[in-house]
């Protein structure tokens, strides 16, 4: 089973700043690679998709990269609604299973 | 709009049955493969199954295979859950989604809490 490892477990910055999540996984996933933003109390939101494509309504400061096992979701200019858990998650290959990463939350400083 | 609302959540004693629902609306749901998703208190999401557009195809994780099932009802827009001799550590918030390309999850519905609790 494909592992996520995401990194730092804590992010602790102040709006404006640039936001830079690593996931790293266990074992090459191609670009079959996702990031989510959760808040308290509400479902994921898909942001990104396809390690790199921004999902509808997404604003553009909202950047992913990567391929193979490392992948970064980047946050150019933290707007005060984007402090919240980010997860990466994984499709593997067949039989198909969806993983998750631990997650990172990015906090106010 | 596009919406997913679960339905059928609850308080059920450990080894019980629970069935939980996905009405759909704003879009072709025949043409989507949908998948159910949960997550405990504290936790990251965790992947439990997945069921193809004309549910030809269903496919779950290890830890509720031969427990839970997978359905839908193209005619009425709606996905299903049955859960079998439910534990404790299925207790969690579930969530309907909508497939993307087999890669991901972009809807999502407001969660469903389930309890397992004696």
């Known amino acids: 089973e494909i592992v996520l490892t995401q990194s730092p477990a804590t992010l602790s910055l102040s709006p404006g700043e640039r936001a830079t999540l690593s996931c790293r996984a266990s074992q090459s996933v191609g670009t079959y690679l996702a990031w989510y933003q959760q808040k308290p109390g509400q479902a994921p939101r898909l942001l990104i998709s396809?390690?790199?494509k921004r999902a509808t309504g997404i604003p553009g400061r909202f950047s992913g990269s990567g391929s193979g096992t490392d992948f970064t979701l980047t946050i150019s200019s933290l707007e005060p609604e984007d402090f919240a858990v980010y997860y990466c998650q994984q499709r593997g290959d067949w039989p198909p299973k969806w993983t998750f990463g631990q997650g990172t939350k990015v906090e106010i400083k | 709009q596009v919406q997913l609302v679960e339905s059928g959540g609850g308080v059920v004693q450990p080894g019980r049955s629970l069935r939980l629902s996905c009405a759909a609306s704003g879009f072709t749901f025949s043409r989507v493969g949908m998948h159910w998703v949960r997550q405990a208190p504290g936790n990251g999401p965790e992947w439990v199954a997945v069921i193809w557009f004309d549910g030809s195809d269903k496919y779950y994780a290890d830890s509720v295979k031969g427990r839970f099932t997978i359905s839908r009802d193209n005619s009425k827009n709606t996905l299903y859950l049955q859960m079998n001799s439910l534990r404790a550590e299925d207790s969690a918030v579930y969530y309907c989604?909508?497939?993307?390309?087999?890669?991901?999850?972009?809807?999502w519905g407001q969660g469903a809490m389930v309890t397992v609790s004696s």
């Open positions: 396809d390690a790199s």
């Open positions: 989604a909508r497939d993307l390309r087999k890669i991901a999850f972009d809807v």
